[in-house]
Each structure stands twice: as C-alpha cells, then as structure tokens.
C-alpha cells in the first residue's frame, strides 16, 4: 500500500513564504482543499492537492514535492504496437497520447508535455534521426525521455542510442520490456 504523503498549515506555508493562518485562511475559503483530524481539528494538506494548488495560482513547486510525470506520447501507425503499448503503459500507470503523425506528434508534445516519447522506428524512418537531432536541441524538451520501438529490418539498432534516444527496445512485441523501459525512463533524475 502506498504512503499517504501530508503537509500541515505550518509546513505548507513555509513552502509559500505566508503566515500558517494564511494557508488555514485558504482552506476555509475552498481555495486550497485539505482534512481535519478528528479531536483537535489539526489540518492536514495532501501534497497532490498541494501541487495542484501552487500550480493554478502559478506558484513555484518546490522541487521536494514535484511529483514525476507520468505521460507517454506514442508516436505510432502499427495497431499491433499502439494495442501492446497502450496496455503495457496503462499496466504501470502512464497518462497515454497516440500520434500518428509527426505533425500529430508536434502538438502533442507541445500542448500535452509529455516526459517519455516511444517512438516506432518503422514508422519515422531515417527522418527520425533528424527528429531526436531536433528534440535533443531545443531547451524545452531536455527532460524529455526517448524510447525508440527498432524496426525489424534496421541492422544497425545503436544508431539511435547515439543519435540521442534514451533506450531502445529490439523487439517490438516484448511488451514486459516496454513497460520495465518507459518505468526507468520516468522514473529516472533529469
């Protein structure tokens, strides 16, 4: 079972630079959701509604409580790839988008953020080298991870590791290996 992580008014106002009876001043008005515990009427603040908190009104999130992102952009036409991949991504609790395009995939990565690309090799070819060259260069998608799905007739697979991919997965029906993969990648220091 997983732990239940908690802030009082006193800790989530050291976290702002406000007054504890400020963060209680919040809570009372609806703007900051937290619990009281029974008998002595203590607040409690759960760090997720926290985050979303200092999110909505662009506060900046400590980077002690930032909590890791878990969406995946699939960039994929294969159904066999994007049904094993939807599944093995959902099995370890990913938000999921599929593109089917590179112009797709552009927005997406623009509007949704997501921190893992999968990315099939079939399908973007020798133009996805120019792709990771792209992604690698711009400041805004430097935590991005890479994961490239290698085609079945791509001989040379390293290639993608040194053009910028983070991992690569071989073989594309192994989806207990895209899972472990896309798992390290989120879950690893930017």
């Not at 697979?157 to 991992?167: E, F, I, M, Q």
Request: contains cysteine; hydrophobic residues 45%; proline residues 3%.
């Amino acid at each position: 079972m997983s732990e239940l992580h908690v802030l009082t008014t006193g800790e989530a106002a050291r976290y702002c630079g406000v007054n504890f009876r400020t963060v209680i001043r919040w809570i009372e008005r609806g703007q900051l959701k937290a619990y009281k515990l029974p008998g002595r009427g203590d607040h409690r603040i759960c760090v997720e509604d926290f985050v979303g908190f200092l999110r909505d009104n662009s506060m900046p999130v400590p980077n002690d409580l930032a909590i890791p992102s878990r969406k995946v952009l699939l960039l994929t036409t294969d159904p066999e790839l994007t049904s094993s991949g939807l599944q093995a991504l959902k099995n370890i609790g990913c938000e999921i988008e599929v593109a089917g395009d590179s112009f797709s995939a552009g927005v997406l990565l623009a509007n949704a953020k997501p921190a893992l690309l999968v990315v099939d090799a079939a399908l973007v070819g020798d133009g996805g080298f120019q792709v990771l060259d792209y992604l690698r260069s711009r400041s805004e998608y430097s935590s991005l991870r890479i994961l490239v799905v290698a085609a079945e007739e791509d001989l040379d697979k390293a290639r993608w590791l040194d053009a910028g991919a983070d991992a690569l997965l071989a073989h594309r029906e192994e989806r207990g290996e895209l899972a472990a993969k896309a798992r390290l990648l989120l879950e690893a220091d930017h």
